[in-house]
Structure formats: C-alpha cells, structure tokens
C-alpha cells in the first residue's frame, strides 16, 4: 500500500484494500515480531510495567456557522481556531502530545536505554491531523514506528476507527470499524507496521457481555488478526465462580460463548482499576511493578505484568508532569529487573519460555456466570433473551450493557436521542451498501461509509445532550441523505 501523499484527500484510507490487507496478515500471522530485538532476559526479570497511550479528537461539523452545512473538521481544529472558549487554549499542548513520543523514544534510545510506549491512535484523530497539515507529527511516530534501530520500543494498537462503543455499536458495523482502522494505519505507516500490531485497545475499555455481541467482538478481533485485547479488570469475570481475576497481572484467556453454541477466545491482557491519567502520568505501574516478584504460572515461573492505559493528552498531569517522570522511569528501569515491556514481547517471551496459550486461564465478560447458570449454550437467541429478561426483573443491577473503564456509565440509557438516528444510518448502510455487495473502490462508497463510521463516535453518546447530540444527529443526517441518493 502506497503511504499517504502531502496533498490532502477529502475522505481518508479506510475502504478498498481489505483483500491485500487480510493477505498480509495470514502471511505474517504466527511469526513473533518483538522477540528477536527485544534485548530483554525475560528469564532474569522478576517483573515487568507495560503503558499504553490512548489519543483521540472526533470529527465535527463545525467548519462554518451553519449546522447543516459546516464543514467536518477535527475537533482539534475547532479548539485551535477558537482557544479563548473553555479549555480549547490546550490545543497547542495537545498537538505537541500527539508528537512527542516519536521524539522521547529517539532519545532514549541514543542514550542507550530501553523505553517502551504502547499507543493507540483513533482513525478520527489520524484524519484530523493530517487534515491539519500536522505533518510533522506523522514523521516523528513514523521513525520511532518503522526505523529498524526504534521500533522495538513501539508497539501500536489496533482500535475502531470511529472511537466507537463495542456493546452498542452494531456489530457489522464494529468489523467495518476495525477493518478501516487497520487500512487507514497501513496507509500511513506501511503493511509491515501493520504486521506488528497485533494487540486490541476497545474505546472507553468497553468490552461487551451479552453473549452473543461478545462473541462477535472476539470473532471479529480474531479474524482480523489480532493476538490479545486489552480488558478492564472489572469487566471480567472467573466462569467458575463469577468472581474477578486471582491473579490480574498475569495473561488470561478471554472465553466468550454465544447462544448458538458457538466459542471464540483470544488472549486478555488486564488494566487494572484506578486512576488512570494519574497513573501513567506518575508511571505508577513501574513503580507498583518493582514490588512483585515472580509467580508460579503453568508449571514455570513468569514475571508480573503490570498494565494501564490512559488518555496521553488530557489533563495537566499528562500534559505536564508525565513527560519528565516517563524519561525518569525509563532511566531507572532500563537493564534492571523490573523492565519496561510492552505486551506483545512480554507475551512473546511468555510463549518462548514453553508457555502455551491454553495454559492461560479463562475469564468472561462480567456477569455471564448468572446467564450460563439458566441457560445452555445452544439454545438459541430467543431463549436466551428470555432468560436475560427473567434475570433483570429479579435483580435491577443485572445488565448486558456492557463494562467499561468505569462501572457508573452505561452506553445505552440516556442515549436515546442519539442511538435512533445512528441505528437508522446502520440500517440503511446495511440494505443500500452490504446487501447489493457495493464495491469498497467505489467512491461513494467510501463516503457513506466515513459518515456511518464517524457518526458512532462515542463522544456523542458520553456528553449525551447540547452541541454534542447536535453534531452526532447532523452527522447522522448527512449519512441518511448520502445513502439514500446515491445509493
């Protein structure tokens, strides 16, 4: 695939390329792509820290003063252009965290430490900086990302394009998020960078528990290559018992059954609860992980992993005081034995020890024990929807909503004015666009579905009233109208 030329297209790469790009994948799959440069003693180490960095701006019809025919610019750009309203005075330092990675690793590097970042980049910021001509923040990450003598330090996540919510996105729609993520990064970064994601980071950390969209969410991850999802602590259940994970630093098997009888599983990596922009900002996992020690794992020893992930840009915190603790930690860290790793490699040494992955034990999706306690894997849609019923009448907690980072938002109530419009944008992509098999080259195609994609962002359904339904709803309007003329 051809990387992006400086002159800027309106609708960017996430459509055309599926077949070379599943190509690409199957040959790569199986091989390790951190192992060999890794330069760790996995043997050694008695623990380890792996960060991960989480950035992102929606798109918005905000390019112009009327609603209804504004311009879709990043929101990036709107704070840029508008510093003296609430917060938007940050957007310069934000474009500078979008950057600044690149630059940290190359110097790290020439000093002769180890750092390791994890980033994980929506499609929608990808778009809007390069919209921005914020070229030189795509040439820093590309030399950490893709130079031989930096790239061990980098391992990038796979994520929806849109930024959208798992346990209420359709999941058709959820496959269409993650294939247009993967073109749009290889677009950018190259097919081999490509090859070498192969961890998952969902938004807001919402990982589905009704059986059945879970099931489709692991299905989807694994067929489009990905080796492990990152998973919120308290999203996850023990199938034994319902209880959390015994020992959360450690790799987990992520299980998840749908009512037809089905199984799909791919491997979990936990973040563990708490504060998370505090966190990583203060390298808090570096810190926790030099007080473990190595545990009894599958008949061997293996080293703890401490994981988290935050927003890299938000908050003072991570603006400010992340970068200089980040070079302190890395300085530390570096030859001793508790390392900086990022998930893959640690993974890659795990399995390199002797390791298998069925040795890892399982987990589900939060409160699917109470499901599978009344209901036989088998029986089918309809039944299960009964049992889940039953289940909500006896107890007000119990939901398939979904978990996320925190357990106090739910993706679905209090939406309603904007889950009816994106639903009806579902349903028409699917009659005008999946039915009639309409080409992905076509560009009308690729149209319909950058509006589809950009109008699940999560940031529509997170603020829940004021601009913010505004935008979601006009975007939701304009991809009526594309699917309904042009199709």
Not at 73 to 102: E, T, V, W
Not at 126 to 133: A, I, T, V
Not at 143 to 156: F, I, L, Q, S, Y
Not at 228 to 248: A, C, I, M, N, S
């Amino acid at each position: 695939m051809s990387q992006p030329s400086a002159a800027f297209e309106e609708f960017p790469p996430i459509c055309g390329s599926e077949d070379q790009i599943e190509g690409a994948l199957r040959e790569s799959a199986g091989n390790t792509v951190f192992l060999r440069e890794s330069g760790v003693d996995f043997g050694r180490i008695k623990s380890a820290a792996a960060i991960a960095l989480h950035m992102h701006q929606p798109l918005i019809p905000a390019g112009g003063g009327d609603l209804r025919t504004a311009a879709i610019i990043s929101n990036l750009k709107y704070m840029l252009d508008n510093q003296g309203i609430g917060d938007n005075h940050n957007a310069p330092a934000f474009i500078q965290c979008y950057k600044r990675m690149g630059d940290f690793i190359v110097r790290l590097l020439d000093e002769g430490r180890q750092p390791r970042v994890m980033l994980e980049y929506s499609g929608t910021l990808f778009h809007g900086l390069r919209q921005m001509g914020l070229n030189d923040v795509f040439d820093s990450l590309k030399k950490a990302t893709c130079d031989p003598g930096c790239r061990r330090a980098v391992e990038w996540l796979g994520a929806p394009w849109g930024h959208a919510v798992a346990p209420s996105t359709p999941v058709l729609d959820y496959r269409l998020h993650v294939k247009s993520w993967q073109q749009h990064f290889a677009a950018i970064f190259g097919i081999e960078a490509l090859q070498r994601v192969r961890g998952f980071s969902p938004s807001e950390m919402a990982l589905p528990n009704h059986p059945d969209v879970a099931y489709e969410f692991v299905k989807t991850l694994k067929d489009s290559g990905f080796q492990w999802v990152l998973v919120q602590e308290h999203t996850v259940e023990r199938p034994e018992d319902g209880h959390g994970p015994r020992h959360k630093h450690l790799p987990h098997r992520l299980v998840c059954r749908n009512s037809r009888g089905e199984s799909a599983s791919i491997i979990a990596v936990i973040k563990t609860q708490g504060s998370d922009t505090k966190l990583v900002g203060q390298m808090q996992p570096y810190y926790e992980a030099k007080g473990l020690q190595r545990l009894e794992f599958a008949g061997r020893t293996a080293p703890p992993l401490v994981t988290q992930i935050a927003d890299g840009e938000n908050g003072g915190v991570m603006m400010n005081e992340f970068p200089p603790k980040y070079f302190e930690a890395v300085r530390e860290a570096s030859g001793s034995e508790t390392p900086l790793l990022n998930a893959t490699e640690y993974l890659e040494h795990l399995f390199a020890s002797g390791v298998r992955e069925e040795d890892l034990p399982a987990l589900q999706p939060l409160m699917q024990k109470r499901i599978w306690d009344r209901f036989r894997s088998g029986d089918g849609p309809e039944k299960l929807e009964n049992t889940i019923e039953r289940l909500k009448k006896e107890d007000s907690r119990f939901h398939m909503e979904g978990g996320s980072w925190t357990n106090n938002i739910s993706w679905v109530r209090g939406y309603e004015n904007m889950l009816g419009p994106m639903e009806k944008v579902s349903s028409l992509f699917y009659e005008k666009v999946v039915k009639p098999d309409v080409s992905s080259r076509e560009p009308r195609y690729r149209n319909a579905l950058y509006h589809l994609l950009m109008s699940q962002t999560s940031c529509y359904r997170y603020w829940g009233q004021g601009a913010w339904v505004d935008y979601g709803n006009e975007i939701c309007r304009r991809a009526t109208d594309i699917l309904t003329h042009d199709f």
